[in-house]
């Protein structure tokens, strides 16, 4: 009896286990787990969705086999058979390479599918990168990875940014950085913050978010496309999604990075500086770096990369929720330049009822930055670059001014505190009818300083003045305010036809308020506050703008595969001019998804989709552009009078961008090669320009007009394939490629327009171009003095050689790329290993390299001055066209990313107590391939990269550290 009871037990015990099954599904390629994932068996009604860790499980099977089917949008399905009990089951997906059901954010409520739209929207899987990539903040995660995006890299300080650009360069006066918005809450992305350093303010606000919180990004790329965003947004829109949290158990995910920094080849960077003995003239050199290395004395370090991370995320279909800490502490070059940083991220969804949900975003960074190169005329590389044997015998030991240790006691921080906070509710009272409401603010506070401390020795210190004590504060707050209503109807007319009706308002508010304050001669060494000072000085400013807008767009759908869009907004702005009321952006666009259609026979392309898209989007003037300002003054017996100070224009308008966008997206061979195609042509109408005023009017300078038309035109190509696809083996190719060309049509009617020494607008020619005098030739005498100097003549001219008294100044080149690209490659072994490799490139630009001009010509230190023997450089000497002595072609091929990432077996993770662990060691920048020009006149080019950091259009850089190369390990646990 007893044994019989054991067997009816077992036996129910068993029948119980075998109706179940679970297992988890993963990414095919970084075996990462996959959220959402819908999971059925086929016949049975019977399904789920994955959780934040992948898993699923399905209860209640019969028979001892079903056929299980997975699908996830941007995935590729799979359907295979799997016994009834097997609670093991592991199914990789693998990436489309088209996906036309693919949702995008499109500025109107409810979901719309990438079929639907007629311009390019590109994305950035950032959770997927960030795995394998080397990416420390969100430029390096954009720029080698869209087509059309070029980020400039320009320095090796941390904590200093770059600037973005978004097809090419649209406007002649105004910002060229792209809108940003966090979870469709408009943020700040100041490309000039920080404070006011050697070249100028160099931290990137962009930079603040943490890649490691980000799900994916999404890239809006010109007027075409961003019309329902209207003013500001006609250099492109950038929306940043956040991580949000999965249904299940909870999730908690570990990250720990440890690396260094450094500058790859230093002594080859440096150069050798050169004098001639005051009596003998003999040539004399030395390497200031590699004397300082061998003294012990080297002021260069590979600095330390430390990171923990740590998310929690998991929930219920009600409430869903993303927990995320992070601390960052990263070392520069320099001992005395680093950044640490704490940033924390809580994301909540609701699910209130069957017709409202909500969700709540809240993020929160603070941190502090110590920067290199900490004021003009005294960074680091300076003394370096610049110094002279001649001074070798003095206390500067050979350097510009003073030796590195020095320097570094100039101390130039800045910290930052920021919440950015939004709340969307999406309300559908009917199954037609969608609504959006989203609210944020980014309230950003940064303190700012640079100091230098008095020292005992006074004025007859290195800093000459400055060492009596000096410090300048600055505190700037920024507040951006966002309202977003939005709603769409959609009704389907037929069974073959639907429209939607889309209607919005939005209202945006920012303000900045700067107070600043500069003390000078502190009484003692250990004074070091402004309060302090013998002299100080204060300033106060705020400033604010505001904008509301409205749109309107009807979107037509055949048979959910031909579809037409048209829009409208209307905007208005508070730095408009008093007497212009509002500017409005129309949009057209139609997308034919072809290979939908009954005659489509090419089985090798399995998916096809036409689009073309035309559209207007603005960008308004400076907020006191239009108004006529006074400044305050001392009038007679001390009283109080206005003197001009700008003129104003009650008539100005924005910059209207006008862009016509036409391509395809194709799917081959299995989506397993994926392509992307668009031609952009864009017109910059009503560009804003300096008018000199006429001085009978009474005010200086001069007044801001719209005149001016700017125009860019350009292809973009994105290849995805999945060259091969095994059980051991993968191979995964990625490849863009992007091309603009840019030019000034109009500057209505007034002359060339210099942006700096070397730089002007010019009608015919790209935005900011470099213009100069050419020598074409020059023979040196029997005293080596150069005679018989020619110029090039211009093409008024025939290009023919002239004196050059009499010679014009002549086009050398843009310092816009011309064309850009990049090519990854993924290869994955044995499923757990994965290699991977980026190789970007950009070129058809030219710089200025003013480190190398004045090593030529200002400080004369390099060789090639002191021998004396190029005829070309000693005649630009002479005549004192010195700028073109630091002019080069700044092409370059970089590997810019290298890792390898080992995923452990699960049994291994087991071992950890961990549902997932992998181990990935990354590079970056650890080889330039090539170089369009390695010298000028003999003096090696550092790096062609280097760029002054927060420069909008100038060309020009002058002692800015090389980027650093950089090697990180990471390990990343799941439990």
Same mark, same amino acid.
Do not use: K
């Given at each position: 009896m007893l044994f019989t009871c054991l067997l009816v037990v077992t036996s129910a015990r068993a029948t119980a286990q075998e109706s179940v099954i679970s297992g988890v599904v993963i990414a095919e390629q970084s075996l990462r787990p996959l959220s959402g994932a819908q999971v059925v068996v086929d016949g049975s009604g019977r399904g789920t969705l994955t959780d934040a860790r992948g898993r699923f499980m399905i209860p209640g099977l019969t028979g001892n086999e079903v056929m299980l089917r997975v699908a996830l949008i941007g995935y590729r399905s799979v359907t295979r058979p799997v016994r009834v009990g097997d609670t093991n089951i592991r199914i990789a997906l693998a990436e489309s390479a088209v996906e036309l059901d693919e949702v995008v954010v499109t500025g109107t409520p409810g979901q719309t599918q990438r079929r639907a739209i007629g311009n390019d929207v590109a994305q950035v899987q950032a959770a997927q990168v960030v795995e394998i990539a080397p990416v420390a903040d969100v430029q390096q995660l954009l720029g080698p990875r869209v087509s059309g995006v070029?980020?400039? /890299?320009?320095?090796?300080?941390?904590?200093?940014g770059s600037v973005t650009r978004v097809r090419g360069v649209s406007s002649l006066s105004l910002s060229n950085e792209p809108l940003i918005y966090?979870?469709?809450?408009?943020?700040?992305?100041?490309?000039?913050?920080?404070p006011n350093i050697r070249q100028g303010r160099q931290v990137n606000r962009l930079n603040d978010i943490n890649p490691e919180n980000i799900a994916s990004i999404e890239v809006i790329k010109g007027p075409a496309a961003a019309t329902l965003y209207g003013t500001e947004a006609a250099n492109g829109v950038i929306q940043i999604i956040t991580k949000k949290g999965a249904a299940g158990r909870p999730s908690l995910d570990l990250v720990v990075k440890q690396g260094a920094n450094w500058i790859m080849d230093l002594e080859g960077k440096? /150069?050798?500086?050169?004098?001639?003995h005051p009596q003998t003239g003999e040539l004399l050199s030395v390497n200031l770096y590699r004397q300082e290395k061998d003294?012990?004395?080297? /002021?260069?370090?590979?600095?330390?990369?430390q990171s923990y991370s740590a998310n929690l995320q998991g929930g219920t279909d009600q409430v869903r929720y993303y927990l995320s800490a992070d601390f960052d502490n990263t070392e520069g070059v320099v001992w005395y330049n680093w950044q640490k940083r704490l940033s924390t991220r809580g994301n909540v969804n609701l699910l209130l009822s069957d017709k409202l949900d909500a969700s709540a975003n809240m993020g929160f960074i603070s941190g502090n930055t110590r920067f290199a190169q900490a004021a003009a005329g005294w960074g680091v590389w300076d003394q370096f670059v610049w110094g002279s044997p001649s001074r070798l015998d003095t206390r500067t030991r050979g350097f510009l001014r003073a030796p590195p240790e020095v320097v570094a006691e100039i101390e130039a921080n800045s910290d930052i505190d920021r919440f950015t906070g939004g709340l969307q509710l999406n309300y559908r009272p009917w199954n037609w009818m969608a609504q959006r409401l989203t609210v944020g603010m980014d309230n950003g506070n940064e303190t700012n300083s640079i100091l230098f401390p008095r020292h005992p020795e006074g004025t007859n210190y290195f800093f000459g003045g400055l060492s009596l004590g000096q410090k300048s504060v600055e505190r700037r707050k920024s507040i951006y305010n966002t309202f977003d209503y939005s709603a769409t109807a959609t009704l389907e007319i037929s069974p073959r036809v639907t429209t939607a009706t889309s209607v919005g308002a939005q209202y945006y508010t920012k303000r900045f308020e700067n107070v600043d304050a500069l003390g000078q001669q502190f009484p003692a060494p250990v004074v070091r506050s402004v309060g302090g000072a013998a002299v100080s000085f204060a300033n106060e400013d705020i400033i604010e703008n505001k904008t509301f807008g409205l749109y309107i767009q009807e979107q037509l759908s055949f048979n959910n595969r031909v579809f037409l869009t048209a829009a409208v907004r209307g905007d208005d702005n508070s730095a408009f001019g008093e007497n212009y009321n509002a500017v409005i952006y129309p949009k057209l666009s139609a997308s034919w998804v072809v290979n939908e259609e009954p005659f489509w026979k090419l089985a090798a392309v399995n998916s096809l989709k036409l689009r073309g898209a035309w559209g207007m989007a603005g960008q308004q003037p400076d907020v006191f552009a239009a108004i006529r300002l006074y400044d305050p003054a001392t009038g007679p017996g001390d009283g109080s009078v206005l003197? /001009?100070?700008t003129i104003g224009n009650p008539d100005l308008a924005p910059e209207r961008g006008e862009e016509l966008e036409l391509g395809f997206d194709m799917g081959l061979l299995n989506e397993r090669v994926g392509m992307n195609f668009t031609y952009y042509n864009q017109r910059t109408r009503d560009a804003i320009v300096q008018k000199q005023v006429t001085p009978s009017l009474g005010f200086p300078g001069f007044q801001f007009v719209n005149l001016g038309e700017v125009r860019n035109r350009g292809m973009e190509l994105t290849v995805d394939a999945r060259l091969v696809e095994g059980q051991r083996f993968g191979w995964d190719l990625a490849m863009k490629l992007s091309s603009n060309d840019n030019e000034v049509v109009s500057l209505g009617g007034l002359p060339p327009i210099a942006i700096g020494g070397v730089q002007q607008h010019q009608e015919g020619y790209p935005v900011a171009a470099f213009f100069y005098k050419k020598i074409v030739q020059a023979e040196l005498d029997a005293d080596g003095r150069p005679v018989n100097i020619l110029c090039d003549g211009g093409p008024e001219n025939g290009g023919q050689a002239m004196p050059c008294a009499d010679a014009p100044r002549v086009y050398w080149g843009t310092p816009t790329p011309k064309w850009e690209g990049a090519v990854s490659s993924t290869v994955t072994l044995l499923r757990n290993l994965r290699l991977y490799a980026l190789v970007d490139f950009r070129g058809g630009h030219m710089l200025q390299n003013g480190d190398i001009n004045a090593a030529h010509t200002t400080f004369r230190n390099s060789r090639a001055i002191n021998e004396g023997e190029d005829p070309i450089l000693l005649a630009y000497d002479r005549l004192g066209l010195t700028d073109a002595t630091g002019f080069l072609d700044a092409g370059f091929a970089k590997l810019r990313e290298v890792s390898g990432t080992y995923t452990l077996p699960p049994e291994w993770a087991g071992w950890l107590r961990a549902s997932r662990a992998s181990i990935t060691v990354a590079g970056r920048n650890l080889a330039t391939l090539w170089v369009a020009q390695r010298d000028i006149f003999g003096q090696p080019i550092p790096d062609p990269e280097v760029r002054t950091p927060s420069s909008n259009l100038s060309g020009y850089v002058q002692t800015v550290l090389p980027p650093f190369s950089q090697?990180?390990?990471t390990v990343r646990l799941s439990f």
């Open positions: 070029v980020v400039l /890299p320009g320095s090796g300080n941390v904590g200093t966090v979870d469709g809450v408009r943020m700040n992305n100041d490309p000039s913050a920080g440096i /150069p050798t500086v050169y004098s001639r003294a012990g004395r080297d /002021p260069f370090q590979r600095g330390q990369i003197t /001009p100070q090697v990180v390990t």
